[in-house]
C-alpha cells in the first residue's frame, strides 16, 4: 500500500512542512491540521517545486539558474584555440585575457571554477568583442570536438 504525501503551505503558498505518512492516522487527520494532498503525478517533486491553488496542490515552475560554473580549464582552452587559430593576436587582448582569468577565478566561484552568470564576466569579455553566449558557444564547440 502506497501511502499519500501530505504537505502544509505558509499564508503565502510555500510548501513549509510534510507530514509523515502513517496508516495510525485517519485520512481526515491530516486535512484538519492544515495538510493537503499531493496528487501522485506530482509526488516525485521536493517541497520547493510545489504550489497551492486554492485547495489544489500544484507544480511550480523550475526555478532559474544562479549560478553556472565553468572550469578554468576549460575557458584557457577556448582561448587558446582562438589563439591557435589566429583569432587573437593583439597583445592588449592577450593581457586582458590573462588578467582576467587570474581575477575572476579569485572571487567568483569556488576553487578554479567560473561562474559565467556573475556580472563581473561580461565585463570581462567585452572589450575582447565576446559575450558570455560567445563563451558558451565556444565552450560547447570545444566539448564536440572532444
Not at 506530482?42 to 539558474?65: F, K, M, N, Q, Y
Not at 587573437?88 to 587582448?93: D, G, H, R, V
Request: hydrophobic letters at 45%; zero cysteines; proline letters at 9%.
Amino acid at each position: 500500500m502506497i501511502l499519500p504525501r501530505w504537505v502544509k503551505f505558509d499564508a503565502n503558498g510555500v510548501a513549509t512542512e510534510e507530514a509523515p505518512a502513517s496508516p495510525r492516522f485517519r485520512r481526515e487527520w491530516y486535512p484538519e491540521h492544515g495538510y493537503f494532498e499531493v496528487p501522485p503525478e506530482l509526488a516525485h517533486l521536493p517541497l520547493s517545486r510545489l504550489g497551492i491553488d486554492g485547495t489544489a496542490v500544484i507544480e511550480l515552475p523550475e526555478p532559474e539558474a544562479t549560478t553556472e560554473i565553468v572550469s578554468k580549464k576549460r575557458v584557457i582552452a577556448v582561448f587558446k584555440a582562438m589563439i591557435d587559430a589566429g583569432e587573437l593576436t593583439s597583445p592588449e587582448m592577450l593581457k586582458n585575457i590573462l588578467g582576467g582569468i587570474a581575477d575572476l577565478t579569485t572571487d567568483l566561484a569556488p576553487g578554479d571554477d567560473f561562474d559565467l552568470l556573475k556580472p563581473r564576466v561580461s565585463e570581462w569579455l567585452a572589450p575582447l568583442g565576446m559575450t558570455v553566449d560567445n563563451l558558451r558557444a565556444a565552450l560547447a564547440a570545444l566539448d564536440a570536438e572532444v
